[in-house]
């Protein structure tokens, strides 16, 4: 799919397919693709010299990566939310004097309602409609979007405390996933700053005035910031690994702790029932002469003798708190 935006004199001319008018003179040209075929593809790397190969093989870049300044064209990694789930694709930009084209590698229903929303703000804008407006309201609203994405991320580590804090069963693949993600996800940051600043330091074919400067200035900023935050968030998930070990070595200590009581107890329990038993035992041996055997009082004797021993140890054992 190809949607585009053909400003002239400030006004658009919004259509879709390849019958858009390559701009001259002020005008200047938005090409939106989505899943681009061949056709497509062939179309523009004729009308602005472009480069089929790298058309064809960007999404497999793993961070923002720059290709060429004459035009500036550069790979975009970008987050997103899309029916309440955090996505990830590869954006290609290409940035001309007065042509931007930017190229999704699936269809997403996010890129399409942004160009469209996009396209009808520049519209009313009152102020310097031009090509470093366009990228600065395209670049805003996708900044604004990793707000968003930071913000689901912080909500799924409070989840990630919470089950920790509580003891409840804590996925420990989820954590290193998320922390994993994390990390990307500052050095793609990082990485599409980067470009921001080439494009702020006047290394590409797009001229810009004070004003468009300072515009891209904010957003260089704003990627800083959300770099900071991601940083903080991979150091509380770390946290939370850390309250995690703690946790859970607190409980195998209880376990612990809990079967050595048990051992203790059936340890006191087997000794004081082994004394009376060996009595008991000596007594049912099959001797014609045992002590106290014809005593009239023998059997009371032996039995007292029996309790007394049960009462030592359990005493014994009692004072040492094994029961």
Request: include cysteine; hydrophobic fraction near 45%.
């Amino acid at each position: 799919m190809l949607k585009y935006a053909y400003y002239q004199k400030g006004k658009p001319i919004i259509g879709e397919g390849l019958n858009y008018v390559v701009p001259t003179n002020g005008d200047f040209l938005w090409l939106y693709l989505s899943k681009p075929d061949i056709e497509e593809l062939n179309k523009i790397v004729t009308d602005f010299s472009l480069d089929l190969k790298t058309l064809q093989e960007f999404n497999r870049a793993s961070h923002s990566k720059r290709y060429s300044t004459t035009p500036f064209q550069f790979v975009f990694a970008d987050y997103f939310i899309e029916k309440d789930k955090i996505k990830s694709t590869r954006i290609f930009f290409i940035l001309g004097k007065n042509f931007f084209i930017t190229v999704a590698p699936q269809h997403y229903d996010y890129y399409t309602e942004l160009f469209d929303r996009i396209v009808q703000e520049l519209a009313y804008c009152k102020n310097g409609k031009n090509m470093a407006h366009l990228l600065y309201h395209f670049l805003e609203e996708d900044t604004e979007e990793n707000y968003d994405v930071l913000e689901k991320t912080e909500a799924q580590i409070i989840h990630l405390e919470s089950g920790v804090v509580n003891s409840k069963e804590v996925n420990v693949r989820e954590i290193v996933a998320l922390k994993r993600e994390l990390f990307h996800m500052t050095r793609r940051f990082w990485a599409s700053a980067k470009i921001i600043f080439a494009i702020k330091k006047g290394i590409t074919p797009l001229v810009l005035d004070k004003q468009g400067a300072n515009l891209l200035d904010d957003i260089y900023h704003t990627f800083q910031h959300q770099i900071d935050m991601a940083t903080a968030q991979k150091e509380m998930l770390s946290d939370v690994l850390d309250v995690y070990t703690v946790s859970l070595s607190n409980r195998l200590a209880n376990i612990s702790n809990g079967l050595n009581h048990t051992m203790k107890f059936l340890t006191a329990l087997t000794v004081i029932i082994m004394v009376p038993n060996l009595i008991a035992s000596i007594y049912g041996m099959n001797f014609k002469l045992i002590p106290f055997s014809e005593w009239t009082y023998g059997f009371y004797i032996i039995v007292g003798v029996m309790a007394a021993s049960l009462l030592a140890t359990l005493g014994y054992f009692w004072r040492k708190k094994w029961l």
